[in-house]
């Protein structure tokens, strides 16, 4: 079922609903994830690796600065799977992740200032 082609309805629903911070551009799921830092983007782009080898499916990754840019296909069957749409959600997840993870580090300093 993962490499069945989705319908451009079926894409656009699954953006609308579950991964908003993405677009289907050129046949592709695209994203850019802006973060705090160059650090904060290398530590993304590890993740995104690890979750690309978990999934045995590998994104094209660009990274300028602080900001991360992401787009996914399925080459094999040159469309939109739900493997690609797998990738998204743990690549948001992920990002979500490190952005939530600075916010408490920054509460904390506020709350506990030296």
């Known amino acids: 079922m993962d490499n069945l082609v989705l319908t451009s309805d079926q894409i656009k629903e699954e953006l609308e609903n579950n991964l908003n911070q993405w677009?289907?551009?050129?046949?592709?799921?695209?994203?850019?994830?802006?973060?705090?830092?160059?650090?904060?983007?290398?530590?993304?782009i590890a993740q995104i690796g690890s979750i690309s080898e978990e999934l045995d499916h590998h994104a094209e990754i660009w990274n300028l600065y602080d900001q991360v840019t992401l787009a996914v296909w399925s080459h094999d069957v040159s469309g939109i799977t739900g493997r690609d749409l797998d990738f998204a959600k743990k690549a948001t997840g992920a990002y979500q992740a490190i952005v939530s993870r600075r916010q408490l580090s920054q509460s904390q300093t506020e709350t506990n200032p030296a």
């Open 23 to 44: 677009k289907f551009i050129e046949s592709k799921l695209q994203t850019s994830f802006k973060l705090a830092s160059f650090h904060e983007a290398l530590l993304l």
